[in-house]
């Protein structure tokens, strides 16, 4: 079957690093991807993986090994506005790849 | 550039009524899907349109519920009759690619979803 896991929620203090995993199995893996959401508004697309190996794109990156199943999110210099849910989404050829979704992590940033 | 929008932002109804939520993709997007989730539970696709057409359905839950893309440009999703479970946010969202394997990244850019609320 198919399953995103990702810790429900996570603690972090201003200007420190913090990482997101997550895990998944899916039947036909073809690309991961991470979205921010601020509470009451759009999730908004944050990096893509496909390939082995770390994407990185100013204060985050992306982590992916499609051996182990698991990619995370690490965020760094937090900010209070990093404080969202990041939502962990597979494209699955088993699902016309269309997105397989975590339940998303709650990240709180604490000053 | 507008984003995806989609209306009405909150909805309130009884069981047994019929909701209709909007949704008005990126302009030029041929890709729209909706998505909804269900409190505390994760984000579950629904449908994908290509302009018109119904690309894949295969998320829908049951007949209750319709979606149309008349023209291909803003698409319209409907529950009839509305059911207590079918309470959570519905999102929206268009991309200019299409989710085939031939296209590996497709960005999908997301409305701030309707929140219906089913009683």
């Known amino acids: 079957g198919q399953n995103i896991d990702q810790p429900t929620e996570m603690t972090a203090t201003e200007g420190a690093i913090v990482q997101i995993n997550c895990t998944y199995q899916t039947s036909g893996f073809n690309g991961l991807f991470w979205y921010q959401q601020h509470a009451g508004e759009a999730p908004t697309f944050l990096s893509y993986?496909?390939l082995d190996g770390l994407e990185e794109k100013g204060r985050f990156s992306s982590f992916l090994s499609r051996s182990k199943g698991y990619s995370y999110l690490l965020l760094k210099e937090l900010q209070m506005k990093d404080s969202a849910s990041y939502l962990c989404a597979v494209r699955d050829r088993g699902s016309n790849y269309q997105l397989i979704w975590g339940a998303g992590t709650k990240l709180i940033i604490k000053p | 550039e507008a984003g995806v929008t989609q209306f009405p932002s909150h909805s309130v109804i009884e069981k047994g009524q019929t909701v209709t939520l909007r949704c008005d993709p990126i302009s030029g997007h041929d890709n729209l899907y909706w998505y909804r989730r269900v409190m505390g539970k994760e984000i579950k696709f629904l449908l994908h349109f290509v302009k018109e057409s119904k690309q894949d359905e295969s998320g829908m839950p049951n007949n209750r519920f319709l979606a149309e893309r008349t023209g291909g440009t803003y698409s319209t999703l409907k529950v009839q009759p509305a059911e207590l479970e079918d309470s959570g946010v519905y999102f929206c969202?268009?991309?200019?690619?299409?989710?085939?394997?031939?296209?590996?990244?497709?960005?999908?850019?997301f409305g701030p979803g309707t929140r219906l609320t089913v009683l």
């Open positions: 993986n496909v």
């Open positions: 969202a268009s991309s200019q690619e299409p989710a085939e394997a031939s296209y590996p990244y497709n960005e999908q850019f």
